[in-house]
């Protein structure tokens, strides 16, 4: 166990955190050049782990990586981690880096990639953001157009949400949503982002340059399931201020209801529409149909 309480592997085996290191010529570590992804167990179970392989495999292909460990082996590892660590919930990160190699941009002589596994416990986000709504502001760091390293990529290149991060915890918010260059709403630095307005609920499209998030797909689904209008759209941060309702989703968020965007209060917090979906989605949380 670390001062911080991570249980951490390194191409499979565990490593107490002072034995956890990985080269500096590791090109995760000089170009960010490394993928990830983050499965959560709900009841003691991989949740949607089939998923978020799914997005490794895309995330992979997109920056030409053909991953050395097969999906079998990474949904084990998944579970050991979870076992190993030995508490209720997990938040559960594996790391795939190009592996070490010469100091160039040149990855063709990186032969092996480095595989980090980090988990913990499920994070615990305050009871008030989710009675009383959280608060976001909206950045004025911009989401990386699709035309460069694609934000559709679960990457190690996490600057610019670093950043926007950062405007967000001066303002003594949670989260802040990135607009891309267009202006137009994207995501949030390690979430998405859903409006309501006039019992319609939208969401930015793929289009618009953001991460494709598991929740986010189980709440297009949610809605379907429950007939409340849903659209993938576009829409400006003026457009998400004048809301009904608005929330945030993430593996760790789950449906998080938004109170105030900077110092503007929005409408319903939380709305009725929002509770609705958020209560949808916790029954899927626990469908062993969704665990691994
Ligand atoms: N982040 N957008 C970004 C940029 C993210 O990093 C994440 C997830 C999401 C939400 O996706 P999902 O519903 O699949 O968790 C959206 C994870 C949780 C993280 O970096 O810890």
């Known amino acids: 166990m670390s001062e911080y309480g991570y249980t951490i592997s390194i191409d499979g085996k565990f490593v107490s955190e002072p034995d956890a290191k990985v080269s500096v010529l590791d090109h995760?570590?000089?170009?960010?050049?490394?993928?990830?992804?983050?499965?959560?167990?709900?009841?003691?179970?991989?949740?949607?782990?089939?998923?978020?392989?799914?997005?490794?495999?895309?995330?992979?292909?997109?920056?030409?990586?053909?991953?050395?460990?097969?999906?079998?082996?990474?949904?084990?590892?998944?579970?050991?981690?979870?076992?190993?660590?030995?508490g209720v919930e997990s938040y559960l990160r594996i790391i795939i880096t190009r592996g070490v190699g010469p100091l160039s941009l040149d990855f063709t002589d990186c032969e092996k990639q480095t595989v980090i596994g980090?988990?913990?416990?499920?994070?615990?986000?305050?009871?008030?953001?989710?009675?009383h709504g959280c608060k976001i502001v909206l950045a004025q760091v911009r989401r990386n157009p699709k035309q460069s390293t694609d934000p559709a990529v679960k990457s190690g290149n996490y600057l610019n949400n670093v950043l926007a991060l950062q405007e967000a915890r001066a303002q003594g918010?949670?989260?802040?949503?990135?607009?891309?260059?267009q202006g137009h709403v994207t995501e949030a630095t390690t979430s998405n982002v859903f409006m309501i307005k006039d019992g319609v609920v939208k969401t930015p499209a793929l289009k618009e340059g953001l991460l494709e998030g598991v929740t986010r797909g189980f709440i297009l689904q949610v809605c379907q399931k429950l007939e409340i209008p849903?659209?993938?759209?576009?829409?400006?941060?003026?457009?998400?201020?004048?809301?009904?309702?608005?929330?945030?989703?993430?593996?760790?968020?789950?449906?998080?209801?938004?109170?105030?965007?900077?110092?503007?209060?929005?409408?319903?917090?939380?709305?009725?529409?929002?509770i609705k979906i958020a209560n949808a989605y916790h029954e899927m949380l626990h469908d062993p149909n969704n665990h691994q």
């Not at 980090?118 to 009675?131: E, G, R, S, V």
Request: charged content about 25%; overall charge negative.
């Open 28 to 86: 995760g570590f000089l170009f960010g050049d490394s993928i990830y992804e983050v499965v959560r167990t709900v009841d003691g179970k991989l949740f949607a782990a089939d998923r978020h392989l799914a997005r490794l495999h895309g995330s992979a292909e997109k920056l030409n990586m053909q991953l050395q460990r097969d999906d079998q082996w990474l949904l084990q590892h998944w579970r050991d981690m979870h076992a190993k660590r030995g």
């Open 118 to 131: 980090i988990a913990k416990p499920l994070n615990k986000w305050p009871d008030h953001d989710y009675a």
């Open 173 to 181: 918010a949670t989260e802040a949503v990135m607009m891309n260059v």
């Open 230 to 274: 849903c659209e993938e759209a576009v829409f400006t941060g003026d457009e998400l201020l004048g809301a009904d309702e608005v929330f945030i989703t993430g593996t760790t968020r789950d449906v998080m209801p938004v109170g105030f965007i900077g110092d503007h209060k929005i409408k319903l917090t939380p709305g009725s529409l929002t």
